[in-house]
């Protein structure tokens, strides 16, 4: 695309006179988006040489109109969730083998004109690079604020790292992030897993500012239930990816809570000298739960060394 290299070269991309002409791969994952998609891929387009769409089994003309807007569009026979769009990008895009991969949603929340500025970390040696709302996040709504603070700081604990804007989907990634990142996750805590998969393989994370666009009213997600359930799956990636962490704050939990009621008893039936039995049994169980949860943090952890 003559028009992608002026620009990249424009955005100080492309060394001149340089043989290897940076190959841009911009990859969308969509559902119901018809009203969106066509002037994203467009737009996208000007800065990418390929631009993939991964219908993820839309009800309305989706592929159609991406397909028009000239991507090369995936279908899924039926809706498996943005995660599982996204494994599809990155499988195609370990096919194509781009030297950078942009990932964006499809309902004109990203802006296409900030892709130069995503992938030049890329040629300066990084492998993740995340589109940052921190810088606006005035423009986001309260409740979803407070639930986006939560999954920030669990997955900074997943991944061990300080990045400031964990659920954005505008994302840069190197070659070397395409062909080693390890995701399962099929829904949004794919954004949080692939954080703390760079992060496991040591693959070098940076943030740019992106803008923070909101073209919707409101989402199109129950926030409560999508924040829970997000979080349950960052929590799982924090007991897989870091047991000894994990399992021990819960083994200290329990056992904090199992001396507590111990003291208690012990104090009630000091005074009336009737040992509550019930007391005495729950005391038994949240020390032997919180031992257990200390042990198997510690099983888990040698034996994620060994891997
Ligand atoms: N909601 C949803 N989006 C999907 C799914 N599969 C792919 N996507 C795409 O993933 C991107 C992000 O989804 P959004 O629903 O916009 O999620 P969001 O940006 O956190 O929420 P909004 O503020 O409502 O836009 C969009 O391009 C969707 O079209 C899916 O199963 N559900
Ligand atoms: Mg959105």
Redesign the pocket.
């Known amino acids: 695309m003559i028009l992608h290299s002026a620009l990249m070269k424009d955005c100080g991309l492309e060394a001149s006179g340089t043989e290897h002409k940076v190959r841009v791969l911009a990859g ?6 018809a009203s969106c998609v066509g002037s994203v891929v467009l737009q996208a387009g000007q800065y990418a040489d390929e631009v993939i769409v991964v219908d ?1 089994g839309s009800t309305d003309d989706t592929a159609a109109v991406a397909g028009l807007a000239g991507a090369a569009v995936i279908r899924h026979g039926e ?4 995660g599982s ?1 996204i494994q599809s990008i990155l499988a195609e895009a370990r096919k194509r083998k781009p030297d950078a991969l942009v990932l964006l ?3 004109s ?1 990203h802006d296409p004109h900030e892709i130069p500025a995503l992938i030049k970390p890329v040629l300066e040696g990084y492998d993740l690079v995340i589109g940052s709302r921190e810088a606006q996040r005035e423009k986001t709504r309260a409740y979803r604020r407070l639930g986006q603070k939560v999954l920030l700081h669990a997955t900074r604990l997943a991944s061990r790292s300080n990045i400031t804007d964990s ?1 954005s ?1 505008f994302r840069a990634l190197s070659a070397k992030a395409i062909d080693e990142l390890e995701l399962k996750e099929n829904g ?1 805590a794919i954004e949080s897993e692939m954080i703390a998969s760079a992060a496991s393989k040591r693959l070098r994370i940076t943030e740019v500012p992106i803008s923070n666009i ?1 073209v ?1 009213d409101g ?3 129950n926030p409560v239930r999508h924040g829970v359930g997000v979080l349950s799956r960052v929590l799982v990636m924090i007991a897989r990816l870091r047991p000894l962490f994990f399992f021990g704050v819960l083994g200290a939990i329990l056992l904090a809570i199992g001396i507590a009621i111990g003291v208690r008893v012990h104090t009630i039936a000091t005074g009336s000298g009737d040992p509550a039995v019930a007391g005495v049994v729950l005391t038994a169980l949240f020390i032997i739960a919180g031992l257990l949860a200390v042990f198997t943090g510690v099983i888990l952890n040698a034996l994620g060394r060994r891997k």
């Open positions: 969308i994952p969509a559902y119901n988006e993820d809706n498996r969730g943005k769009a949603d499809a309902d929340q659920e989907g949004f909101y919707r989402s199109t997600l």
